[in-house]
T-cell receptor, first 111, second 113 residues
Framework: GQQLNQSPQSMFIQEGEDVSMNCTSS?????WLWYKQDPGEGPVLLIA?????ELTSNGRLTAQFGITRKDSFLNISASTPSDVGIYFC???????????FGEGTQLTVNP | DSGVTQTPKHLITATGQRVTLRCSPR?????VYWYQQSLDQGLQFLIQ???????AKGNILERFSAQQFPDLHSELNLSSLELGDSALYFC????????????FGSGTQLSVL
């Protein structure tokens, strides 16, 4: 079945640093989504991407739909302790097909 | 607040027991999805319902079952519980049949002792 490789698995950074994480798929996707999960809560949608090369921002977060359509990137600028959580990528091959989730990136921000 | 409501928030039970988890989707959403998240694991898709009918099945055990009622709320039934069933169970909803953008509830933390 479809596989998503999300990396890194975890990150420990200092407040103020920028963060980058990415997902790669074994096949072409037409949709990429990025979610954040706070401890004890459900994932919350951060950014949705629908076109190859698309670059979308949400505050300090920026995500890109890779031009190969097999990858996506999430960047967080000037991190704060509120950014702590697990970030999941999710992708879909075609309209109506199953969303596949990455394994998540656990982000820790030290004040 | 995603608009998806899950109850209960926490559930503690013993092996061999049966429990029911409940989910109310966002107003207007017809699709309900159930996911399982074990400790340090990603989100495993269990099952999807659309407007009362089963739409897709994922890695759902035979001991588990679900249904979606006419008012669109959904229940996930877990029976003959085992220690390994301890996990966070999430419900998510979306408007159509495809999971374009899933909106998740806060989850039910199930602990099987």
């Amino acid at each position: 079945g479809q596989q998503l490789n999300q990396s890194p698995q975890s990150m420990f950074i200092q407040e103020g640093e920028d963060v980058s994480m990415n997902c790669t798929s074994s096949s072409i996707f037409n949709t990429w989504l990025w979610y954040k999960q706070d401890p004890g809560e459900g994932p919350v949608l951060l950014i949705a991407l629908y076109k190859a090369g698309e670059l979308t921002s949400n505050g300090r977060l920026t995500a890109q739909f890779g031009i190969t359509r097999k990858d996506s990137f999430l960047n967080i600028s000037a991190s704060t302790p509120s950014d702590v959580g697990i970030y999941f990528c999710a992708g879909r091959e075609t309209s109506g097909s199953r969303l596949t989730f990455g394994e998540g990136t656990q982000l820790t921000v030290n004040p | 607040d995603s608009g998806v409501t899950q109850t209960p928030k926490h559930l503690i039970t013993a092996t061999g027991q049966r429990v029911t988890l409940r989910c109310s989707p966002r107003s207007g959403d017809l699709s309900v999805y159930w996911y399982q998240q074990s400790l340090d694991q990603g989100l495993q898709f269990l099952i999807q319902y659309y407007n009362g009918e089963e739409r897709a099945k994922g890695n759902i055990l035979e001991r588990f079952s679900a249904q979606q009622f006419p008012d669109l709320h959904s229940e996930l039934n877990l029976s003959s519980l085992e220690l390994g069933d301890s996990a966070l169970y999430f419900c998510a909803s979306t408007t159509g049949t495809g999971d374009e953008k899933l909106f998740f509830g806060s989850g039910t933390q199930l602990s099987v002792l």
